[in-house]
Structures are given as structure tokens and as C-alpha cells.
């Protein structure tokens, strides 16, 4: 046996201001109002720094400025030199990936790990690859010369802050567009490092705004009549509030909501990958993932060793703080978040699932969450059918392709699922009939810029990523 020898990443590689004003027109700038929220780090309850609230006043003086730049400049410029400066953004991300990767597990609570070998990368890759599309567009496939579509407002959740802002921007910036982007109240201090890095690039202003705020301030954004596009990523809630607003208006509207997926293992899956791919699917960013494989299935025959296994691969989990880089879950990004996650897990205990963690010791302060699994779902359990958006799984049988099939679409959601299995037949033929709007073939929680994501029914609609995702920022 061995002490266990904690490895933190240094904190010194970040220099948080301890207040930040609103980025509008290339400037940080102070809120009309001068109302201001604190940031804290959901693994001490430190508080990081004090952020602005953008009021109305100041969401349209952001508009205004994305409007002038518009005009004036970015629609104007030929796609080489959009290009350009979408190049030169990803190299400055690449270049300060480890101050960004610290600043992300910080005010999110992701361990460094992922930070530092997800997020942060495909940040970067995100600008490479859009970066690439800027002077194309005439070979997109949307006809000769496609037109940007103007003013857009883009308004992103908690669980991938720089990732969502990346996903939202490079393809907006690449395709013409300027934009007035609201990070989530939780984790505003990336997007606001991002707004250096736009000064550092010499990014002309107005081109990137960032307005910080809550749900008051995405509101009086996307429901502003000066912008011309509304991009959400958030629950299916707000994206249902936010389609009945823009109803009859002619801004164009993509929606990325919630999802409850299905991660499907046969009887001839390899069981050790497998596990692998169930403990990924569910505890990757403490389970803050839309497209999370949140509900199990597995084949009735190979039940009891994928349970056996599944225990002991959880057991070996390392909870705690996310700057160390041997964690593999951090903590629960808000107190808000934890009291969802309890509620619901209560509930399935209530409805008579079997509720099993492993014993670990979580830390005094911040927000935890042991890693969770129910047995004994039925597709009746609230477990099974809500999403928890956090570090717990619900396990469910089936016998047949057919059944499993039946259950996987089961649901309200519709983005994304997983299917191990040894036949290459076999996951044509389920992701045939999987409604979802991605399918990982015994993998989880893959991404990459090339590749379209986005959901069916109740997830949403549009997708980003890839050449589809140009399409949502380009009038055709
Ligand atoms: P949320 O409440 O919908 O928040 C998302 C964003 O919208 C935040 O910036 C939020 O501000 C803002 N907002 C809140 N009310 C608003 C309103 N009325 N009008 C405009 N904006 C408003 O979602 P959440 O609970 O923070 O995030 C988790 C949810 O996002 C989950 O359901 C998850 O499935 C979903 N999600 C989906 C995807 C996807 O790609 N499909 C990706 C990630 C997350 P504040 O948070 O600052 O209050
Ligand atoms: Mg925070």
C-alpha cells in the first residue's frame, strides 16, 4: 500500500482580476447600472471574482456595437482575412492553454484533466477549423456567396464554458456574423479571458461582445429586436420559453437542449471496454453533459458481470479537488445543481430503485456528489426519464435488439447514444433506428469540429459542428 500523493496543478498560472466589467466594442466596460454578482469555485466556495450584471441598457449597447461592426467592418472583409484572425485566436488559445485549462476547472470545478486534455483542445480546434471555412463558403455547398445573417446572440450554460463559447463564435465569426454571447452566471470568468485574447488578437471591436449577467440578462438579449440570430445551448425549458418569444420574428433560431441517452451494451461487447465507456458516458464532467449516457441498458445475459464490474471500475474513482490531475470527478458546479441532483436521486430511492456509491470521503467545503448508480429502473421511474445532469446513473434491461431499441427511444430527448457490441452489422442496423442525433459506436462522448451534433424532439433543433453548422449562421 501507498500514501496517496496529491499532484496539483499550480494556481499561480492564472491571475484573476478581482472585478470585471462587460466587453462591448472592444473595451471592458462598466454596467450602466453598476450591479455586479460574485463567481465562486464550486470545489471551495472561494469567491473568485466580482462580475458584472449587463442590464438592459447594457445589452443594447452591446447589439448596437455588434450592429456598427457588422456594418461597418466585418461584412466587409473578405473571408481570408476573417480567417485570419480566427487563426490567430487559436493559436493564442493553444499558446495559453494552461492558464486557460486552470481558470476553467476553477470557476467550473472540472478536474484539470479534462480541462486541460478536453476542453481546452478542442476550444482551439473549434477556431482551427472554422478558421479554415472563412474564405469557402462559396464551396459550402449553400449556393454562390452565401450572406452572413448579421447580429447574432448567443447564450451558453455552466458545463463546457470556453467549449459552448467556441462552438457558438468561431462558426458565427467564420461565416460573417458578429456576436453578443451571455456566459452562465457560474462561469463567466473564461469567456471574459476570452475577451482579452480577442484585444490580444486585435480582433476589430464590436466583433465579440461578451455581456455577463443570469437568466434576466439572456433574456433581454435574445428577445432584443436588433439581433437577427438566437443560438442556445441550456435546458429544454428556457429553450422552449425562447422559441414561444421569437415565434413570427424572423431571427433564426438554433436550440441545443437536454437529453437523457440511452448507452446500449450488448451480450458480445468487450465487457472491460464496455465499462470503460459506460463510466466515461455517465461520470465525465461529474455527469454535466446534455449528451451523457444517463440511462444504461444492458443485454439481461450479461447482467451481473457488467454490474460486477461497473462497481469495481466506480470504487477506483477519485473524487476531489479538480486542480489535482489524478481527480476523475470534481465537484458539482453550483449549490443549485446539488440540490437538483439530491432531489432526483432521493426520488429514485423513493420509487423503489436500489441506490449503490461507492464509499469515498468527499471534502468539507464545496459541492459533491459521489458517484451513484440505481438499479431496479423502470422506464416509469422519474430516474429514467428525467435528466439529472449529474454523476448518476440509471440501469435498465432488455433481452432483444428490438426491446432495447424500444427503450433507447423511450424518451423525450433525442441526442445522442451509445451501443457496444462486436458486430459491425448490429450498430448499423441500431443507429438505423436510434432517434438520436448522435450515435458512438463502442466509444462515448466523442466530439470533433467536423462533425455535425445537435438533437431530435424535445433536445432541440440545428446543429453545430462541421459544414452543418455553418448552415445555422449563413442566410440560405
Ligand atoms: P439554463 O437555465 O437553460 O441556462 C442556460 C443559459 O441560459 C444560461 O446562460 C442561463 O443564464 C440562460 N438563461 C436562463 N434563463 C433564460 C431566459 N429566460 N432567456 C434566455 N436565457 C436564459 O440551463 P442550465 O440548467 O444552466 O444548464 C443545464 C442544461 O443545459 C441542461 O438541461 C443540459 O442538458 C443543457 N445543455 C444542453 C447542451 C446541448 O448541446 N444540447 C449542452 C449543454 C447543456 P444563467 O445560468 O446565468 O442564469
Ligand atoms: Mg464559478
Redesign the pocket.
Known amino acids: 500500500m501507498f500514501e496517496y500523493a496529491p499532484a496539483p496543478e499550480s494556481r499561480a498560472v492564472v491571475d484573476i482580476k478581482p472585478s470585471y466589467g462587460l466587453f462591448i466594442d472592444g473595451k471592458f466596460v462598466d454596467p450602466a447600472d453598476g450591479t455586479s454578482f460574485k463567481t465562486i469555485n464550486p470545489a471551495s466556495e472561494e469567491v473568485l471574482a466580482e462580475i458584472s450584471e449587463a442590464g438592459q441598457a447594457d445589452v443594447d449597447r452591446a447589439v448596437a456595437a455588434a450592429r456598427k461592426a457588422y456594418d461597418k467592418v466585418w461584412s466587409k472583409m473578405p473571408g481570408r482575412d476573417r480567417a485570419k484572425y480566427l487563426y490567430r485566436i487559436a493559436r493564442i488559445i493553444q499558446e495559453r492553454g494552461r492558464e486557460i485549462a486552470v481558470l476553467e476547472s476553477l470557476d467550473n470545478g472540472k478536474p484539470i484533466r479534462e480541462s486541460r486534455d478536453v476542453d481546452i483542445p478542442l476550444v482551439a480546434a473549434h477556431f482551427f477549423y472554422y478558421a479554415g471555412w472563412a474564405d469557402k463558403l462559396d464551396h459550402a455547398g449553400f449556393g454562390p456567396s452565401p450572406r452572413a445573417l448579421g447580429v447574432a446572440a448567443q447564450?451558453?450554460?455552466?458545463?463546457?464554458p470556453l467549449l459552448?463559447l467556441s462552438?457558438k463564435i468561431a462558426p458565427a465569426l467564420a461565416a460573417g456574423n458578429t456576436v453578443v454571447l451571455?456566459?452562465?452566471?457560474?462561469t463567466p470568468l473564461t469567456a471574459l479571458l476570452f475577451a482579452e485574447i480577442c484585444q490580444q488578437a486585435d480582433l476589430p471591436p464590436g466583433v465579440v461582445n461578451i455581456v455577463t449577467?443570469?437568466?434576466?440578462?439572456?433574456?433581454?438579449?435574445?428577445?432584443h429586436a436588433g439581433v437577427d440570430k438566437i443560438a442556445?445551448?441550456?435546458?429544454?425549458?428556457?429553450?422552449k420559453?425562447?422559441a414561444r418569444?421569437v415565434a413570427g420574428s424572423r431571427k433564426k433560431v438554433t436550440?441545443?437542449?437536454?437529453?437523457k441517452a440511452a448507452n446500449v451494451v450488448f451480450e458480445d461487447a468487450p465487457i472491460d471496454q464496455a465499462v470503460e465507456g459506460i463510466v466515461n458516458g455517465i461520470f465525465f464532467n461529474q455527469g454535466?453533459?446534455?449528451?451523457a449516457g444517463s440511462r444504461l441498458l444492458v443485454q439481461e445475459s450479461v447482467y451481473e458481470p457488467v454490474l460486477a464490474s461497473l462497481k469495481r471500475r466506480m470504487a477506483r474513482l477519485r473524487v476531489g479537488d479538480p486542480l489535482d490531475k489524478n481527480t476523475d470527478i470534481g465537484a458539482i458546479n453550483s449549490a443549485a445543481?446539488l440540490d437538483r441532483i439530491r432531489t432526483l436521486s432521493d426520488i429514485g430511492g423513493e420509487e423503489g430503485a436500489e441506490r449503490w456509491s461507492p464509499p469515498c470521503d468527499l471534502p468539507d467545503h464545496g459541492f459533491w456528489f459521489a458517484p451513484t448508480i440505481f438499479t431496479g429502473v423502470t422506464q416509469a421511474h422519474r430516474i429514467a426519464r428525467e435528466?439529472i445532469?449529474g454523476p448518476v446513473l440509471s440501469v435498465l434491461t432488455f433481452r432483444t435488439p428490438a426491446e432495447a431499441v424500444e427503450k433507447a427511444n423511450n424518451t423525450p430527448y433525442g441526442?445522442s447514444a451509445g451501443v457496444w457490441t462486436d458486430k459491425g452489422s448490429r450498430i448499423l442496423w441500431m443507429a438505423d433506428r436510434l432517434r438520436a442525433g448522435v450515435v458512438w459506436a463502442n466509444t462515448f462522448n466523442k466530439f470533433d469540429p467536423t462533425s455535425p451534433?445537435?438533437?431530435y424532439k424535445e433536445?432541440?433543433y440545428g446543429r453545430?459542428g462541421g459544414r452543418h453548422g455553418l448552415e445555422a449562421y449563413l442566410d440560405v
Not at 442556445?232 to 429553450?239: K, L, Y
Not at 436550440?255 to 437529453?259: A, K, P, V
Open positions: 447564450v451558453i450554460p455552466w458545463n463546457f459552448m462552438w451571455k456566459p452562465a452566471e457560474t449577467g443570469a437568466g434576466e440578462t439572456g433574456r433581454s438579449l435574445v428577445e442556445f445551448t441550456g435546458s429544454t425549458e428556457v429553450g420559453a425562447i418569444s436550440l441545443e437542449l437536454g437529453g454535466h453533459v446534455c449528451c445543481q435528466e445532469f441526442l451534433f445537435g438533437g433536445s432541440g453545430e
